[in-house]
């Protein structure tokens, strides 16, 4: 049991506030994000459908000390998939700024995240590229003079 003072009754109003007002307590518990959602699949511990539990009942600090909220990938599957139009990338993009706000995250935790976003970014970028090459063999690199 979850000792009374560790519950923040207002912290979904918190997050409401910046979702335009939007309680995420319109989630029935169903899953189909969860089941839908690809690093779910990969890593089970990473579970939508229980953060948006999580921040209904108000565990604000279990939820923004797990590490595991900076495992998604923000790809929106899971919005796409909710049936009861919970915007769960929106609402994971609050947590992370109510994280960084409040200090639960290091600066160096943040420099490294920063750093794999630059490399994916590239190795997205160097995928699509090939990708397109591929597609359209017209478009082989040229020398630039």
Wanted: aromatic residues 8%.
């Amino acid at each position: 049991m979850v000792a009374e003072e560790a519950i923040d009754r207002e912290f979904k109003h918190r997050v409401a506030q910046y979702l335009e007002g939007q309680l995420p307590t319109n989630c029935d518990t169903c899953g189909t994000c969860s089941s839908a959602c690809p690093v779910h699949q990969a890593l089970p511990g990473f579970d939508p459908r229980r953060f948006i539990r999580m921040i209904n009942l108000g565990y604000k600090d279990e939820l923004l000390q797990n590490t595991a909220i900076w495992y998604c990938a923000l790809c929106n599957t899971c919005t796409v998939a909710c049936p009861q139009d919970v915007r769960f990338k929106q609402i994971m993009e609050v947590l992370h700024k109510i994280a960084i706000a409040e200090g639960y995250v290091e600066p160096s935790f943040l420099e490294a995240l920063k750093e794999i976003e630059r490399e994916c970014q590239a190795y997205r970028c160097e995928q699509i590229a090939t990708r397109l090459i591929e597609l359209n063999p017209e478009l082989q690199k040229t020398e630039v003079e």
